[in-house]
């Protein structure tokens, strides 16, 4: 496979204002791969994530407007080849291009 960071992403999602958006850490930040947060948040700022705000799909279930986005990539993330999502409670150790070479 040959691999170039513009056609891969890693992507989360925070929904309803419950939990702070987390920051990704040393080989994860570092990594050249496009990192997005989708959200309902217009006030969430980030150095590590592109802030994408979304209408939740499900205006009173922030878990529900959340899984939508997780599990419909190809809808919110066109533009690229692959994505890995990432969820917002769990903290990524290795840089997501190794998560992509290897699955």
């Not at 066109?78 to 994505?83: D, G, M, N, R, V």
Request: proline share 5%; glycine share 4%.
């Amino acid at each position: 496979m040959i691999f170039t960071a513009g056609s891969y992403c890693l992507y989360t999602g925070v929904f309803g204002g419950y939990e702070e958006l987390n920051e990704l850490q040393g080989e994860a930040k570092a990594s050249k791969v496009k990192k997005i947060c989708f959200t309902d948040d217009e006030n969430i700022t980030s150095d590590t994530w592109e802030i994408r705000i979304v209408k939740p799909a499900f205006p009173l279930d922030s878990v529900r407007s959340q899984r939508m986005v997780k599990v419909n990539p190809h809808k919110f993330l066109p533009e690229f080849k692959s994505s890995v999502y990432i969820d917002n409670t769990v903290k990524l150790l290795v840089d997501p291009v190794k998560l992509i070479k290897d699955f």
